[in-house]
Nanobody, 123 residues
Framework: QVHLVESGGGLVQPGGSLILSCAAS????????IGWFRQAPGKEREGVSC????????NYADSVKGRVTISRDNAKNTVYLQMNSLKPEDTAVYYC????????????????WGQGTQVTVSS
């Protein structure tokens, strides 16, 4: 059974950094398209970053480009999201998602989701 667990969220001051983890079980993560998404209260879920299963290519939303890095550790079956220079508008619940075929930054493309981890950027 596909299972994803996010961790690493928390309260951070503006300008700070966080590393989010997405640990997978029940499947081999490197064979899946993986995406990170976020949802702030009252807003639609939006894609943050994704990594391809085929060649490890990555993509980022314009709102986080240059501040965020997605990476994958195949030995740990885990995907990470390194976030730097955090802003209050980055506050949201962050989710990782997986799909054996589809990918990209559209949340409708993914079949499997974690439970989310809260990121709050505030002084």
């Amino acid at each position: 059974q596909v299972h994803l667990v996010e961790s690493g969220g928390g309260l951070v001051q503006p300008g700070g950094s966080l590393i989010l983890s997405c640990a997978a079980s029940g499947f081999t993560l490197r064979y899946y398209q993986i995406g990170w998404f976020r949802q702030a209260p009252g807003k639609e879920r939006e894609g943050v970053s994704c990594i391809s299963s085929s060649d490890g290519s990555t993509n980022y939303a314009d709102s986080v480009k240059g501040r965020v890095t997605i990476s994958r550790d195949n030995a740990k079956n885990t995907v990470y999201l390194q976030m730097n220079s955090l802003k209050p508008e980055d506050t949201a619940v962050y989710y990782c998602a997986a799909d054996p075929i589809s990918g990209g930054l559209g949340y409708l493309e993914y079949d499997y989701w974690g439970q989310g981890t809260q990121v709050t950027v505030s002084s």
